[in-house]
Antibody
Framework: QVQLQQSGPGLVKPSQTLSLTCVISGDSVSSNSAAWNWIRQSPSRGLEWLGRTYYQSRWYNEDALSVKSRITIKPDTSKNQFSLQLDSVTPEDTAVYYC??????????????WGRGTLVTVSS | QSVLTQPPSVSGAPGQRVTISCTGSSSNIGANYDVHWYQQLPGTVPKLLIYGNYNRPSGVPDRFSGSKSGTSASLAIIGLQAEDEADYYCQSYDNSLSGYVFGTGTKVTVL
C-alpha cells in the first residue's frame, strides 16, 4: 500500500523558511510514471498547486508562478523522499500543506494519493 | 486566485440528482486539458473522484459521473446519499499560468 508521510514544523516566523519533508513508501521518487507535488489549502486561497519534481530520464522541476521566486522542491533518492522549502514566508502562507502523488493522463495530470497534511502557521 | 469557477453550494434530497459545474476558459478546459474531480469529506484530505473528464478510480461508486464540453465540465451525483455530503473540487491545467489549477469548490448538502 502506497503511503506518503509528511513531517515538519507547524509554526514558522515571518520572513523565515518553511521546510517540509514527505517520505514515500510503496512507490519510488524516481518512478518514471509519477510526479511528486506540493499542494496547499487555506480558506482564503482554496486549493493551490505549488510545484512538483519528477524523473523521466532526468530530473524535472516545475513551480507555480505565484511562488516561483521562493520555492525549492528537491527529491532525495537515498531516502525515497522529497522536500519543500518556501522562503520569506508571510502570514498569507498559512495553510495546510499536502504532499501529493501525480499521474499523467491523456491531456494533463491528476493527483491520486495525498499525504495527511501539515497545518503550517506563519506567526511571530 | 482560482481560475476555475464552481457554484459555492448545491443541495438535494436523498435519491435526487445534483450537478456541479466547473467553468474555465480557453487557457485551461477550453484548451482541451483534462478535468479531474476530488471529494473532500469533512476533516479529511481530498480524494480523487473522477480523472480524465469521466473515468472513475477503482472503488468510486458509479453514481458519480463526469463530463466536459467546451470551456466547462460537470460532475453529476445520481441518487444522492447522506455520505456524499462534502466539498467537491475540479482541477485542470492552465497554459497561461503554466501550472495546475483547482476550482473554487462546491459544498454539497444532503437535505
Amino acid at each position: 500500500q502506497v503511503q506518503l508521510q509528511q513531517s515538519g514544523p507547524g509554526l514558522v516566523k515571518p520572513s523565515q523558511t518553511l521546510s517540509l519533508t514527505c517520505v514515500i513508501s510503496g512507490d519510488s521518487v524516481s518512478s518514471n510514471s509519477a510526479a511528486w507535488n506540493w499542494i496547499r489549502q487555506s480558506p482564503s486561497r482554496g486549493l493551490e498547486w505549488l510545484g512538483r519534481t519528477y524523473y523521466q530520464s532526468r530530473w524535472y522541476n516545475e513551480d507555480a508562478l505565484s511562488v516561483k521566486s521562493r520555492i525549492t522542491i528537491k527529491p532525495d533518492t537515498s531516502k525515497n523522499q522529497f522536500s519543500l522549502q518556501l522562503d520569506s514566508v508571510t502570514p498569507e502562507d498559512t495553510a495546510v500543506y499536502y504532499c501529493v502523488r501525480g499521474h499523467s493522463h491523456s491531456f494533463g495530470w491528476y493527483f491520486d494519493l495525498w499525504g495527511r497534511g501539515t497545518l503550517v502557521t506563519v506567526s511571530s | 486566485q482560482s481560475v476555475l469557477t464552481q457554484p459555492p453550494s448545491v443541495s438535494g434530497a436523498p435519491g435526487q440528482r445534483v450537478t456541479i459545474s466547473c467553468t474555465g476558459s480557453s487557457s485551461n478546459i477550453g484548451a482541451n486539458y483534462d478535468v479531474h474531480w476530488y471529494q473532500q469529506l469533512p476533516g479529511t484530505v481530498p480524494k480523487l473522484l473522477i480523472y480524465g473528464n469521466y473515468n472513475r478510480p477503482s472503488g468510486v461508486p458509479d453514481r458519480f459521473s463526469g463530463s466536459k464540453s467546451g470551456t466547462s465540465a460537470s460532475l453529476a451525483i445520481i441518487g444522492l446519499q447522506a455520505e456524499d455530503e462534502a466539498d467537491y473540487y475540479c482541477q485542470s491545467y492552465d497554459n497561461s499560468l503554466s501550472g495546475y489549477v483547482f476550482g473554487t469548490g462546491t459544498k454539497v448538502t444532503v437535505l
